[in-house]
């Protein structure tokens, strides 16, 4: 059984997929891009601003799951420029305590909006 998982302290799909799915015990959080829920525009300033932005949504997804970083095993980061992986990388590191989740890190030719950064989760309750 799954129960789909919505909220408004994230951005809201952008297609049809939906913000989070939890099946199992286990969270499928959407990848999340710098997408401001209070006003639904992009929070682009720079590649700081976006992941800070992306984290928060990833943050309110968690949230409304009744989870938060600790319960994330894995996560996929999309990046437009690797040049950008040293930044994305410590903005990343401080949204989690000791132990981190697996994770890749892939630069891709385009994201959605054009923004600079998209990363994806898994959580486990």
């Known amino acids: 059984m799954k129960q789909i998982i919505k909220t408004l302290n994230s951005s809201l799909p ?3 997929y939906n913000q989070g799915v939890m099946a199992n015990g286990t969270l499928y959080i959407s990848g999340q891009i710098a997408v401001n829920p209070e006003t639904a525009t992009l929070n682009n300033k720079d590649v700081e601003t976006e ?5 928060k949504n990833i943050k309110g997804i968690l949230e409304a799951a009744g989870l938060d970083f600790s319960n994330i095993v894995k996560t996929s980061i999309f990046l ?3 040049t950008n992986f040293g930044i994305v990388n410590d903005i990343y590191a401080g949204y989690f305590k000791d132990d ?4 890749e890190t892939v630069a891709v ?3 959605p909006k054009n923004v600079r950064v998209e990363i994806s989760a898994i959580a486990v309750k």
């Open 100 to 103: 981190y989740p697996a994770r």
């Open 14 to 16: 952008i297609a049809p």
């Open 109 to 111: 030719k385009g994201l």
């Open 80 to 82: 437009d420029d690797m």
């Open 51 to 55: 992941t800070h932005q992306v984290m």
